[in-house]
């Protein structure tokens, strides 16, 4: 016999809060768990396997909208991955185009406190940079 488990055990296994597991059942990402006599959620390992691929590709950035098409690829065994590939290349993109914003962020927060002079707020060079855009190093 498959082994069950209730919704607490489940969160506990994936460090998931139990309302985000609802939420998944909820918007179809995660499959519906049987309900016991008590009316109590019954999971499986089926249903752990499922939230722990859905936990690992949120911390990796995946949108919901992609991890439900990466869930309905990896149920079909026999396709080829071309369709996962691409979305994983996308999301890649994605990522890398955040880090080149991050990038400049930091050079910019970098240059706003090598400029301070630590004198007063009216002479801030921090305060002066974020209340007008104009001073930032890109538009100078």
Do not use: W
């Amino acid at each position: 016999m498959a082994r069950e488990f209730m919704i607490g055990e489940l969160a506990k296994r994936t460090n998931t809060k139990v309302q985000t597991i609802r939420y998944y059942e909820d918007i179809g990402v995660m499959p519906k768990a049987v309900r016991a006599a008590n009316n109590r959620r019954l999971y499986d390992d089926n249903h752990l396997k499922r939230l722990t691929f859905i936990r690992h590709s949120r911390e990796l950035g995946f949108s919901l909208g992609d991890i439900r098409n990466l869930l309905e690829l990896s149920d079909q065994l026999d396709r080829p991955c071309g369709e996962v590939d691409a979305i994983a290349r996308e999301h890649l993109s994605t990522v890398e185009s955040k880090i080149a914003s991050l990038r400049v962020f930091q050079a910019e927060l970098k240059r706003m406190i090598n400029n301070c002079s630590g004198g007063t707020i009216s002479d801030c060079r921090i305060i002066q940079v974020l209340a007008d855009h104009s001073q930032c190093k890109e538009h100078t």
